[in-house]
C-alpha cells in the first residue's frame, strides 16, 4: 500500500477567507482519497493500481467456429453428420471454459474493488 504524507495544518492569520476554504476543502479530500482521515470502513480512500492484483484472462480457447453446418437429408429430414455435430461440442465447450474463465477474473476483480 502506498504511503501518504500527512498535510500540515492551514494557517489561521495572513490568509483571505476565500483562500482558507478552498485549502481546507482540498486538504479534506485529498485526507479522504489517501485514508489519512481516519475512516472507520475507508469507504472514501482511493483505490491505487497496486491494490489490484487481480491476473489477466488467458488466451481464449474458442477463436472461431470449427462446425461447419455439414449434414445429410434423411427421409426429408437434416440430419448433422457425427463429426460436424462432434466440431459443434467440442466449440461450445471452449466456449464455455473461456466464460468460465473470464466470469473468475470478473469476480475476482469486482470483491478487490469492494474491498
Known sequence: MARFSGIPALPDVNVDEWQTAVLGAIKQNVELLTGGRGESDEASRALLKGDLSV??????KFVQLSARGAGFTVSGASVPALADYVSLLQDVQALAADVAELR????????????
Open 104 to 115: 473468475t477474473v470478473l469476480n475476482t476483480l469486482v470483491s478487490q474493488l469492494r474491498s
Open 55 to 60: 491476473s489477466q484472462a488467458g488466451d481464449p
